[in-house]
């Protein structure tokens, strides 16, 4: 018996490595350098199988600001959601430099690295709380943001047409999830002309009156770093994505790896992260969580190439 196994765990051995070499030369965005992979082959293994599930079986989850959205153009920083309210239609001098501080205050706080996601869940509390009590005394008008997305310098990355009208044919539902704030998002996927009915959206939205002026956000506070509260209360309940147990999740945050608790197991997760910012300081812990990371990519490209890959029959593929 004992001889016998390496005659058996040879063939195995390669088969398998065959195998794994196939997605390297199906999906040849996962060789880039800036893609980095802790486990290549649970990777693989992960692709296969969602692959054969195919699109029925399969969700997109994703975050939006500096996931869908880009976090810098030729140098600049991309404006997110919040940001986008910047703008003196919206909002006066004194609240943008509130806004501004608070920006300066909390942002390096939420990608501080020593910190745990524990430590900064108060603070981003205080955060959005301190902002969006600064919009409503503002009075911001409904009307008027259609205008200020228009102004505002708001980037998908290069590829989303691609990414969202890929999702749409093979009517694979995406739900994006967002700390943001839900009008403003709605307004730059409609802008882009790819709020496609496959579409849900999970955000802060604004609560106007009955004359059209912000008055409160609605709903619970959602913030970086409790969407798994949202995930098992808000994105559990959709009848959309009911059975569907394979799972892409896109994310740039840490805390966007909660996205998909409330998908009901068995499933088949495949999570792929975007580090944009801070990238040495950030790089071993997004390589400890993420199945895929992302450096500096301001493209879908691999999400795309993954989407292609899982939505083709096995022999297309
Ligand atoms: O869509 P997503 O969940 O990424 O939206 C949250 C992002 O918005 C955070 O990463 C945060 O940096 C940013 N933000 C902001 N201004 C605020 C609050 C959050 O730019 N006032
Ligand atoms: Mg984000």
Same mark, same amino acid.
């Given at each position: 018996m004992i001889h016998q196994?390496?005659?058996? !765990?040879v063939p195995v051995r390669s088969v398998l490595a065959t195998w794994l070499q196939l997605i390297k030369t199906e999906i040849p965005e996962l060789a880039k350098c800036s893609v980095?992979?802790?486990?290549?082959?649970?990777?693989?293994?992960?692709?296969? $199988?969602?692959?054969?599930?195919?699109?029925?079986?399969? #969700?997109?989850?994703?975050?939006?600001?500096?996931?869908?959205?880009?976090? $810098?153009?030729?140098?600049?920083? *991309?404006?997110?959601?919040?940001?986008?309210l910047d703008n003196r239609l919206l909002i006066n001098e004194d609240c943008?430099?509130?806004?501004?501080?608070?920006?300066? =205050?909390?942002?390096?706080?939420?990608?501080?690295?020593?910190?745990?996601?524990?430590?900064?869940?108060?603070?981003?509390?205080?955060?959005? =709380?301190?902002?969006?009590e600064l919009l409503i005394q503002q009075r911001i008008r409904r009307e008027l943001l259609a205008q200020a997305v228009q102004e505002s310098g708001a980037m998908l990355r290069e590829g989303y047409q691609h990414f969202f009208d890929r999702l749409a044919e093979r009517q694979v539902p995406l739900l994006i999830f967002s700390a943001g704030v839900g009008d403003v998002l709605e307004e730059v996927i409609? #802008?882009?002309?790819?709020?496609?009915?496959n579409v849900?959206?999970?955000?802060? !939205?604004?609560?106007?009156?009955?004359?059209? *002026?912000?008055?409160a956000f609605k709903g619970r506070l959602i913030h970086t770093f409790n969407k798994h509260e949202g995930a098992l209360s808000l994105? $559990?309940?959709? &009848?959309?994505? &009911?059975?569907?147990?394979?799972?892409?999740?896109?994310?740039?945050?840490?805390?966007?790896? =909660?996205?998909?608790?409330? *998908?009901?197991?068995?499933?088949?997760?495949?999570?792929?992260?975007?580090?944009?910012? #801070?990238?040495?300081?950030?790089?071993?812990?997004?390589?400890?969580?993420?199945?895929? *990371?992302?450096?500096?990519?301001?493209?879908?490209?691999v999400p795309n190439a993954v989407l292609n890959f899982i939505t083709s029959p096995p022999d297309a593929a």
């Open positions: 196994i390496p005659w058996v !765990y980095l992979m802790k486990q290549r082959s649970k990777v693989e293994e992960t692709l296969r $199988a969602m692959q054969r599930a195919g699109a029925g079986s399969l #969700q997109v989850i994703s975050d939006f600001d500096m996931t869908l959205s880009r976090f $810098a153009h030729n140098g600049r920083r *991309v404006p997110t959601t919040h940001n986008i943008t430099r509130k806004m501004r501080e608070l920006l300066d =205050t909390y942002y390096p706080i939420e990608i501080d690295a020593s910190r745990t996601a524990e430590e900064k869940l108060p603070l981003m509390v205080e955060w959005w =709380t301190r902002v969006h409609r #802008q882009n002309r790819v709020f496609h009915p849900h959206v999970i955000s802060n !939205y604004m609560d106007f009156d009955c004359t059209g *002026v912000l008055q994105a $559990a309940g959709l &009848r959309e994505l &009911r059975g569907r147990r394979s799972v892409l999740l896109l994310g740039d945050s840490l805390g966007d790896l =909660t996205m998909a608790d409330g *998908v009901e197991e068995p499933r088949q997760l495949l999570t792929v992260g975007f580090l944009n910012d #801070q990238v040495e300081e950030r790089k071993e812990s997004y390589v400890n969580a993420f199945d895929i *990371v992302l450096i500096r990519d301001e493209t879908m490209d």
